[in-house]
């Protein structure tokens, strides 16, 4: 069993499309995340959000929106995608507030995303 | 904020050689530090953590050290294998927060 997938693993589509990467985690966590890594390999937390609150929003053009339906569950949407949209975007999850926030990071592996 | 810049970006070591990445870190209440390997094509996997309360934590081939001090940590692999090439990331967090903040990667190159 996969702890945390998501779909799809490659993502080809044209500037201007809209598109959207579901993330499923299996493991319990209250605490999931969407990562960007760009080709420098750098990686770039965008959203975080907690037992379906989002906790963590960081400087995101508003074309990207997380919706989390429930705690097992954060999908990422892009609206009019750019070139400069193109890169790696990985979700993970962790054990959140329930323990302490400093606990292992758990990540699917990664959707690649090319904007032609 | 905290912020964690990691060296070197790139290092190439020989087979059964040891490798030393190091990060520092610029907010002293940080207090947990992750290493993660990314192997291709895949997500960051963590491999090894140390807490501010201790200043060395070894598992098999891999150690981590922590000087709080002068707010520096390195990650040691020793006897390289092959399997050992990937990137490697840091990252330093404290414990009333809830955001990693990472470092830059470093891609670990074993020849043969």
């Known amino acids: 069993d996969t702890a945390v997938s998501q779909t799809p693993k490659y993502l080809v589509t044209q500037m201007g499309n809209d598109k959207s990467i579901k993330c499923e985690q299996n493991?319990?966590?209250?605490?999931m995340y969407w990562y960007k890594q760009d080709s420098k390999k750098f990686l770039k937390i965008m959203f975080s959000?907690?037992?379906?609150?989002?906790?963590i929003n960081e400087t995101v053009p508003n074309r990207f929106s997380p919706k989390s339906p429930d705690k097992a569950h954060l999908n990422l949407h892009i609206n009019s995608l750019e070139l400069g949209d193109s890169a790696v975007y990985f979700c993970a999850s962790g054990p959140g507030r329930r323990t302490s926030w400093n606990e292992k990071l758990f990540f699917g592996s990664g959707t690649q995303l090319s904007v032609l | 904020g905290e912020n964690v810049e990691q060296h070197p970006s790139t290092l190439s070591v020989q087979e059964g050689d040891s490798a030393v990445i190091k990060c520092t870190y610029s907010?002293?209440?940080?207090?947990?530090f992750p290493w993660y390997k990314q192997e291709l094509g895949k997500g960051p996997q963590l491999i090894i953590d140390?807490?501010?309360n201790v200043g060395e934590k070894k598992d098999q081939r891999i150690a981590v050290t922590l000087n709080k001090t002068a707010k520096h940590f390195s990650l040691h692999i020793t006897e390289t294998q092959p399997e050992d090439s990937a990137v490697y990331f840091c990252?330093?967090?404290?414990?009333?927060?809830?955001?990693?903040?990472w470092g830059a990667g470093t891609k670990l190159i074993i020849k043969p």
């Open positions: 990252a330093a967090s404290i414990n009333s927060n809830y955001q990693l903040i």
């Open positions: 493991l319990g966590h209250d605490t």
């Open positions: 959000y907690n037992n379906k609150e989002l906790i």
């Open positions: 907010d002293s209440a940080s207090n947990y």
């Open positions: 140390i807490r501010s």
